[in-house]
DNA sequence: GACTCTCCCTATCGCTGGTAGGGGCAAACT
DNA sequence: AGTTTGCCCCTACCAGCGATAGGGAGAGTC
């Protein structure tokens, strides 16, 4: 594990054939990482699904890290990104609800993208639109930047809370409810008589009010710093 | 590994002796993740630093998720919390930026609390705290709720990605730095345009920027659900 | 027929988190 | 006083991890 190298810039891996085989390890290693969880994961259990031993794994990747980057990259690009002829705000809603929803299909990416930035290509991409909506309607450079940090950091810290919660494999949600149940009342009055919301699970509305609350503020903000 | 363990209730260790014991473990335990990372710690390292053996670890502690989890809880306990007396708006300001900087102020914190709820006694003090000033003020059980969640994942969410940028160990800003600049301008012009505002690194000023307009969004929500 | 490139292999390394089981020592009990 | 209990550490060990070294079989090319 090579630490903090979030496996960008990758080999182009131009050939056809290679290029193939990759995307096959990233898509099975995705699958693991659904079923059993990030910590449950190791390269010698993906070698042994792909059918192969573990140190012909090294011979496509360059390692664990880069492979998670990958994995990481793959799960943000099934973000489609909306028209660039559409309002920033609709644009930056529709990114929002999107890639909260790619992320928390595969309750193992929020994770993966704890301590990464998120420097793939689609990640970059994804990046790029983010920032250039906002440009393309009068937001200055500053107020761009500003805006795209606050907005991708709300929509990956929520979904990476909400996998926390009970998107786990294996309804970690179970655990928590149970927990949440055995509190002693008397210490913490205010939660144990909102634990029945708490795990109610209207993830999407909640989610939405705080993307909201932040695409209003950039409205105003943009008005006021022109 | 025991896998999805939070980490609580962990035994209450109610003598003086022992108690002061397991507090100069997560303090040794944070030093060596502020240092290296989480990455490179191993537990082994930890009892080496500590002048025992390895398995003596476990004696004191059941396993090394139970020690972040108490590694993270005694980070969020770093977080003042303000009077009850004051008004909502200002209590989650203060906590809001109050756990940011604990947050930050470790960075391989926010890693800690990537799949894991913030459970252990400061945590549970703190969301109860936060759901209690919402409560008291006329918020109900269900806004009080959503509003909890999307403060604290937009607090936690911020500090994550923040700690992701540059407070990494070992100066990852320089890596982000020569990366953003190697990138071909005319396949991502708006990112690359814009990327000296994003590493100029007034960070707390675009924290507040987000947090201002979750909290405006909650006193507009609160008057209109009355 | 020799060369090269692709893709897999066996063997092995140093390290990890964690367990089994025992020893010494001090305080507490009888 | 002698025995017991509980604390806190130890040696020895396990299976499993990520990763590397180095080699070999097959296909395509000159």
Redesign the interface.
């Known amino acids: ?1 090579a ?2 190298d979030w496996g ?1 810039p990758w080999p182009d891996a131009n050939d056809g054939e290679t290029r193939l085989d990759r995307a096959e390890i990233v898509r099975v290693c995705l699958e693991m990482l659904d079923e059993d ?4 994961f190791s390269t010698r259990k993906l070698a042994a699904r792909l059918g192969i031993k573990s140190p012909s794994l090294y011979w496509h990747v360059k390692g664990k890290d880069q492979l998670f980057a990958l994995v990481l990259d793959h799960v943000v690009g099934q973000c489609e990104l909306p028209s660039r002829q559409a309002g920033w705000r609709e644009q930056l809603d529709t990114i929002g609800h999107g890639l909260r929803q790619a992320l928390i299909a595969h309750p193992a990416a ?2 993966l993208l ?4 998120i ?1 793939g290509p689609n990640g ?2 994804l ?3 983010v ?2 909506a906002l ?1 393309d309607h009068e937001f200055g ?2 107020l ?3 805006g ?3 907005f ?7 979904a ?6 009970g998107k ?1 494999p ?1 309804q ?1 949600l179970d ?2 409810e149970t ?1 949440l149940a055995a ?1 002693p009342e008397q ?5 144990t ?2 634990a ?3 795990l ?1 699970g209207h993830f999407t ?3 939405d ?2 993307l ?3 695409l ?3 409205a105003v ?1 943009k008005t006021q710093h022109r």
Chains 1, 2 share one sequence.
């Open positions: 594990m630490g903090q960008y969880g990030v910590e449950q929020p994770q704890l301590g990464r930035p420097f970059l991409r990046t790029d639109h920032i250039g440009r450079d500053k761009a930047s500003y795209y940090i606050v991708i950091n709300y929509v990956i810290g929520f990476s809370q909400e996998t926390a919660f786990g294996r970690q655990k928590v927990f509190l210490q913490y009055p205010d939660l008589a909102v029945g919301e708490f109610a509305a909640r989610f009010l705080g909201s609350a932040i209003d503020r950039l903000e």
